[in-house]
């Protein structure tokens, strides 16, 4: 632990690859997003379409997991979940949630928060489709979020629904879709050195326009 201590104690990384800009800036920040998006594919981020999603419970805590990003447009941010996971049941109760994207790649961080809305089961329904058969058998057999005993049991739980789809299409458990978040603010980041790094967030206004402001670091 002092070792580590240690290390920790010397972390000390200095920003300086990029800046970013008003002059340079897309007045769209989905256009911004995806310029961003396709600078982490060109630099081989691996993973760039990880996300933390953040979403808070009945009691008022957080909590935060990782979830991938799998498609994005002026509409908002997809993912796909099982409806009856402890994050659904947070969302259920509070569609405010926030997501974040960390690319250390290019020391930038895009915070995006909003309000969730569920995809619709046809647009869920696309989406299953296109996923390799184990990953659908998978959404069948796993009770995400719940307790269970032991590994075993969800290698039975994945034998027993192999067995009813053998032969079969697997199509989409209604207990499982896409949620899309639908951005109200979306914060860019870069790192820059002398911890004065650039911070522009887009807010969305009553009449759905996007107002762009600088932040302090
Ligand atoms: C790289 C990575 C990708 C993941 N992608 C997803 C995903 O797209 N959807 C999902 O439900 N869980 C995904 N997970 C698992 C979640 O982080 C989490 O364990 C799970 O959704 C249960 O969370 P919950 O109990 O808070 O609902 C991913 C985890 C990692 C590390």
Not at 42 to 48: F, I, L, M, Q, T
Not at 145 to 151: A, F
Request: proline share 5%; aromatic share 12%.
């Amino acid at each position: 632990m002092k070792d580590i201590q240690a290390h920790i104690n010397g972390l000390r990384h200095d920003f300086s690859k990029m800046s970013l800009d008003e002059d340079t800036l897309n007045a769209n920040p989905f256009k911004q997003f995806e310029i961003w998006f396709q600078a982490a594919i060109d630099s081989k981020v691996p993973e760039p379409n990880a996300m933390m999603l953040s979403t808070v419970n009945a009691k008022n805590c957080p909590s935060s997991r990782i979830v991938l990003l799998r498609n994005f447009s002026a509409k908002g941010f997809v993912f796909y979940s099982n409806y009856e996971s402890q994050k659904a049941k947070d969302i259920e109760l509070n569609n405010a949630v926030s997501i974040l994207f960390f690319w250390p790649e290019l020391e930038r961080q895009i915070r995006i928060e909003g309000k969730i809305i569920k995809q619709t089961a046809a647009e869920s329904d696309i989406y299953f489709n296109a996923r390799p058969r184990n990953s659908r058998l998978g959404a069948w057999a796993s009770p995400q979020s719940e307790k269970i005993s032991n590994r075993k049991i969800l290698d039975d739980l994945f034998q027993k629904v192999e067995k009813e789809f053998e032969g079969k299409e697997v199509t989409r458990p209604d207990w499982w879709g896409g949620y899309v978040l639908e951005p109200e603010r979306i914060e860019f980041w870069q790192g820059r050195p002398n911890r004065l790094h650039d911070r522009i967030c887009y807010s969305k206004t009553f009449n759905n326009n996007w107002e762009i402001a600088r932040l302090a670091p």
